[in-house]
C-alpha cells in the first residue's frame, strides 16, 4: 500500500506517500532525534547559560540592546528634533485630555511625563508616543464619574439652605480612583505579558478597534460639549448615559453661556484653519508648526490681560502647583470597585499601542516584541499610578508627528519628557489663566482623524459584509453601553462572527489538474477534470464538534449518496428477506410434515421403512460386486422416491463395524436429480441434521454478501472518497466520531474512503481518540491528495482513457 504501483494504463513514477510509508521514512532519518523528549526539553529550558542569560536581561531591558550601539552623529539630531516637537504637543494634550477624564489638569502634565520615562527603558517600538490619548482618558473618565459623582461631595453653604460642589475634596478622590485604576491596569498587563499573553490583541480586530475608538470619539464630543457652550451638568454612567448626557444638554441649551461660546468658537475656527495650512504646506517645512502650543500661549496671553475669569466669568484652568508631586500608594479599598474598568483600559490600550507600533515597525524594517510591549505599557502605567497618573497608551497624532519629523529611537520620547518636565517644574504657573473651553476646542478638534473613521462603512461595504457587521455592532454596542461594556459585547460577537464562519465553511469537490499534482475546486476553475470513480472532498474550515454534522451532510450532497436513505432500505430489505426465509422455512416444515404423514400412511400399507433398515441390508456379507451395484442401484431409487421435500439423505458407504456410515444430503429442489451437494458429513448414532440449523447458517452467510447494487434500487459509478484535511490544524472528539462513522456508513454501500494532507497534531490526536482500528489503518492516510489518488486508481487496477492521458502527459514531462 506504500510503494508505487502501476495500474492499467497509468505510470507512476514514485513511491504512493500514505501514514505508513511516512512513518518508515521517519524511523529511517532517526527522526526522534530530531524531536527530543519531555524530560530533555525541561532540562533544556531550566538550564542556565552565559548567553541565555544575556539574552533574558536584554529581553527584558530592550534599552540595553540600542543605547550602546546609539550612533549621536546619526541619530541624535532628528531625535531632539522630534522629541521638542512631540513635546510640545504633550502641553496642550495632556492639559486638554484631563477634561476628560474629569481631573484638574495638571494630571495631565504627569500623565505625558512619567509613563514616558519608563517605556524608555522597556519599550521596543522606536516611534510611538506614550501618554494622554482620548479614548482612555473618556475612558478613566466614566470610572471617575461613576465612583466620585458631583452629589457625593455637596456641602452646605455658611447661614443658607443652598449647597455647592466641594471641588478640592471631589477632584482629589478622583484622581485616587484614577491611580488605583492606572495601577491594577498595569498589574494586569505585566502578568499578561509575563505570561506570553500578548496574542490577546489579535482578538480585537481593526474593524473593532477603528469602531470602537469612532464610538469613543462621540463619548468625547458629548463629554466636552458643556465645556463648549459654557454648561454645567452631570456626568452619567452606564448603559444609555451617552443618550442621557446628551438629553441633560440639549435641554440646557437655553442656559448657554454666550463668552465661553464665543471663546469656543474662535478657538476651533483658528485651530482647523491652522491645521490646514500646516497639513498643506507640511511637505516644505522641516516640523510642523506647533498650532496647538501656539492656540493656547495665545488664550493664555488674551484671558490675563482682559481678565476673562473675572469681568466675564469664563472658566480657567486655574491653580497649577510648580514641582513634582511625591509618589503615593493607591488606595487598594478601590481595586474590587474598579477591575472591570482596569481589565477593559489594559486591553484597549494595549490593542491601539501594539498596532500603532507593528504598523511602525513594517515600515522601517524592525520588530516589535508583542509581549514585552504588553510588559512595557504596563510598567507604564503601574509605575505612573503611583505618581497620580492616569490610564495611558500611543497617541496616533503625536506618534505621526514623531515619525515624520525624523525620529529614530526611544530617544525622542526622552527629549519629549524633558520638555513636558521643564514645563511642570518652571512652566505651569503660567497657564493658570488658561481658558478651559480652549482645551475642549481642542480635544474636539483632534477628533476629527476619528470622525473620518466613518468612512469605514464605505470601505467594508464593498470589501467585507461581515466585517461590516462587526464594526456597526461595535459601534453601536459602545454608543449605547458604556465603554467596557462596549467593549466585552463587541469582543463577543467578533469571536461569534469566527465561529459562525468555521461553522459554515465553503465545501467542494476537487478535480485534477492537467499536467500536475495539483487540484482544484471543480465550480471555480474550468480547467480541471474529474477524477473517475473518486470523490475528492474539501472544506475550507477546520472539522471540529460546531460543524462535524454540517460537514458530513454537505460530503452527502457533494457525492450525491444518500448514506442514510440506503442503509436504511438496505436493512430493510435484509428484514424482508429474513421474513420470506423464515415464511419458507415454515412452509418447507409444514410439507415435510404432511409428506412424513403421508409417508407413514404408505408404510402402514406397503410395509415399514426405514433408514437404519437400508442400511442393515448395506451391512449384510456376501454378495458380490454386482449384487452390491445392484443392490445399490435399487436403493438408490428406492430413496430418490422417498423424498422429504428439501433435503435428500443418502448413503455412500456401508456401515462399518463399528457403526460409523458416510452420508450424503442434497438441498434446493425436490428432485434430487436436480438438487445441489451440499455438503458431505460424518454421522455417528444419534447425531441429527434439520433443517432448521442448517437454514439459519446459511441465511447468515448469504446476509452477509447482501449490498445495495444487488438489491436493484441505486447504481453509482463512485468507489473511493478521499477527505482533503489539509486545512485542519485540530480535531477533537466528535469530529473523530464523525470520520469514523464516515468510514463505516460508506464502507457499507462498498465505497472505501480515504484521508489526505493531515497535519503531524491531527495524526496524533487521531491516534488519541482512538480512530484507528484493524478496519482502519493507517494506510488510510496519504501525505497528499495526489498519493491518494495514485492509490486508489492502482488499488481498482483501471483508469479511463482521458484520465490516463492527462496523467502520463503529467509523467512525461516530469521525466
Not at 185 to 202: H, P, R
Not at 595 to 618: D, M, N, P, T
Request: charged fraction near 20%; include cysteine.
Amino acid at each position: 500500500m506504500g510503494t508505487g504501483r502501476k495500474a492499467r494504463g497509468y505510470r507512476v513514477e514514485r513511491d504512493v506517500l500514505d501514514e505508513q510509508r511516512l512513518e518508515e521514512l521517519a524511523q529511517r532519518m532517526n527522526y526522534s532525534d530530531t524531536h527530543p523528549s519531555l524530560t530533555k526539553q525541561l532540562k533544556d529550558s531550566f538550564r542556565c547559560t552565559v548567553p541565555r542569560l544575556k539574552r533574558s536581561v536584554v529581553g527584558c531591558l530592550p534599552v540595553l540592546y540600542w543605547l550602546p550601539r546609539y550612533s549621536i552623529w546619526d541619530y541624535g539630531m532628528p531625535d531632539l528634533i522630534s522629541g521638542i516637537s512631540v513635546g510640545i504637543m504633550h502641553l496642550p494634550q495632556g492639559m486638554a485630555y484631563a477634561l476628560l477624564a474629569s481631573l484638574p489638569p495638571v494630571f495631565g502634565l504627569y500623565t505625558s511625563l512619567y509613563p514616558a520615562l519608563v517605556y524608555f527603558f522597556f519599550g521596543t517600538s522606536r516611534h510611538i508616543s506614550i501618554g494622554t490619548f482620548a479614548v482612555l482618558s473618556i475612558m478613566v473618565g466614566s470610572v471617575t464619574e461613576r465612583l466620585a459623582p458631583d452629589r457625593n461631595f455637596l456641602v452646605m453653604l455658611n447661614g443658607t439652605n443652598l449647597t455647592e460642589v466641594n471641588i478640592t475634596a471631589r477632584d482629589s478622590y478622583r484622581v485616587q480612583v484614577a491611580a488605583a485604576t492606572t495601577v491594577l491596569g498595569g498589574l494586569i498587563q505585566v502578568v499578561l505579558g509575563l505570561v506570553k499573553f500578548g496574542f490577546v490583541g489579535t482578538y480585537l480586530s481593526e474593524p473593532l478597534v477603528r469602531a470602537y475608538t469612532t464610538a469613543a470619539a462621540a463619548h468625547a464630543v458629548v463629554a466636552v460639549i458643556a465645556q463648549l457652550f459654557g454648561l454645567s451638568t452631570t456626568r452619567f454612567s452606564g448603559p444609555l448615559s451617552l443618550v442621557y448626557t446628551l438629553v441633560e444638554v440639549c435641554s440646557k441649551l437655553p442656559q448657554t453661556h454666550l463668552p465661553t461660546l464665543a471663546v469656543s468658537g474662535v478657538s476651533m475656527v483658528f485651530l482647523i484653519v491652522a491645521k490646514e495650512i500646516n497639513s498643506a504646506i507640511s511637505a516644505k517645512l522641516p516640523v510642523p508648526i506647533p498650532v496647538e502650543l501656539i492656540t493656547i500661549v495665545a488664550a493664555t496671553v488674551i484671558s490675563s490681560y482682559t481678565h476673562l475669569n473675572g469681568n466675564y466669568t469664563i472658566s480657567v484652568v486655574g491653580e497649577i502647583p510648580s514641582g513634582l508631586a511625591a509618589p503615593r500608594l493607591p488606595d487598594a479599598s478601590l481595586f474590587e470597585e474598579v477591575i472591570g474598568d482596569a481589565f477593559a483600559l489594559a486591553i484597549v490600550g494595549y490593542a491601539i499601542s501594539i498596532s500603532l507600533g507593528k504598523t511602525f515597525a513594517l515600515k522601517h524594517g524592525y520588530k516589535v516584541d508583542s509581549n514585552q510591549e504588553l510588559v512595557a505599557l504596563g510598567l507604564s502605567n503601574a509605575v505612573g499610578g503611583f505618581f497620580q497618573c492616569y490610564a495611558v497608551c500611543s497617541s496616533m497624532s503625536r506618534s505621526l508627528i514623531q515619525e515624520s519629523t525624523g525620529g529614530k529611537t526611544q530617544m525622542a520620547g526622552m527629549a519629549s519628557a524633558v520638555i513636558v518636565l521643564v514645563t511642570v517644574l518652571k512652566l505651569g504657573p503660567l497657564f493658570q489663566e488658561l481658558p478651559k473651553a480652549v482645551l475642549a476646542a481642542i480635544v474636539f478638534v483632534n477628533l476629527k482623524g476619528m470622525f473620518k473613521q466613518y468612512y469605514d462603512i464605505i470601505t467594508l461595504w464593498r470589501s467585507s459584509k461581515v466585517d461590516l457587521v462587526v464594526w456597526l455592532v461595535t459601534w453601536v454596542s459602545t454608543l449605547l453601553f458604556n465603554l467596557d461594556m462596549g467593549l466585552g459585547a463587541s469582543i463577543t460577537f467578533a469571536v461569534l462572527t469566527v465561529i459562525f464562519r468555521t461553522q459554515l465553511p465553503k465545501y467542494s469537490v476537487l478535480g485534477h489538474v492537467p499536467g500536475t499534482e495539483l487540484y482544484l475546486d471543480m465550480e471555480t476553475h474550468r480547467e480541471v477534470r474529474e477524477v473517475p470513480g473518486i470523490t475528492i472532498f474539501h472544506s475550507s474550515a477546520t472539522v471540529y464538534f460546531a460543524n462535524a454534522d454540517l460537514y458530513l451532510e454537505a460530503l452527502k450532497g457533494k457525492s450525491g449518496l444518500d448514506i442514510s436513505k440506503m442503509i436504511i432500505y438496505k436493512r430493510r430489505q435484509e428484514a424482508k428477506q429474513r421474513r420470506r426465509d423464515k415464511r419458507a422455512e415454515r412452509r418447507a416444515r409444514r410439507e415435510a410434515k404432511r409428506e412424513k404423514h403421508a409417508l407413514r400412511a404408505a408404510e402402514q400399507k406397503a410395509g415399514v421403512f426405514s433408514v437404519e433398515e437400508a442400511a442393515g441390508q448395506w451391512k449384510e456379507p456376501g454378495g458380490g460386486d454386482g449384487d452390491r451395484e445392484e443392490s445399490l442401484g435399487d436403493d438408490q431409487r428406492g430413496w430418490c422416491g422417498r423424498e422429504n421435500g428439501t433435503v435428500f439423505v443418502m448413503p455412500t458407504t456401508p456401515r462399518t463395524p463399528d457403526d460409523q456410515c458416510s452420508w450424503e444430503y442434497l438441498k434446493g429442489s425436490k428432485d434430487p436429480d436436480c438438487a445441489t451437494l451440499g455438503a458431505v458429513s460424518e454421522l455417528q448414532d444419534g447425531d441429527t441434521t434439520t433443517l432448521g440449523s442448517s437454514s439459519e447458517d446459511t441465511l447468515s452467510r448469504e446476509l452477509d454478501k447482501v449490498s445495495l447494487g444487488s438489491l436493484g434500487k441505486w447504481t453509482w459509478d463512485i468507489h473511493s472518497i478521499i477527505l482533503d484535511l489539509s486545512t485542519a490544524n485540530f480535531i477533537d472528539t466528535v469530529a473523530i466520531k464523525t470520520m469514523r462513522n464516515i468510514f463505516h456508513d460508506f464502507g457499507e454501500i462498498d465505497v472505501t474512503v480515504y484521508m489526505a494532507g493531515c497535519q503531524m497534531s491531527v495524526v496524533e490526536q487521531l491516534e488519541l481518540g482512538g480512530f484507528f482500528s484493524e478496519s482502519i489503518t493507517k494506510g488510510r492516510l496519504f501525505a497528499t491528495v495526489h498519493d491518494a489518488v495514485l492509490h486508489c486508481l492502482g488499488h481498482q487496477g483501471t483508469s479511463t482513457p482521458s484520465y490516463e492521458y492527462s496523467l502520463e502527459m503529467q509523467c512525461s514531462t516530469k521525466l
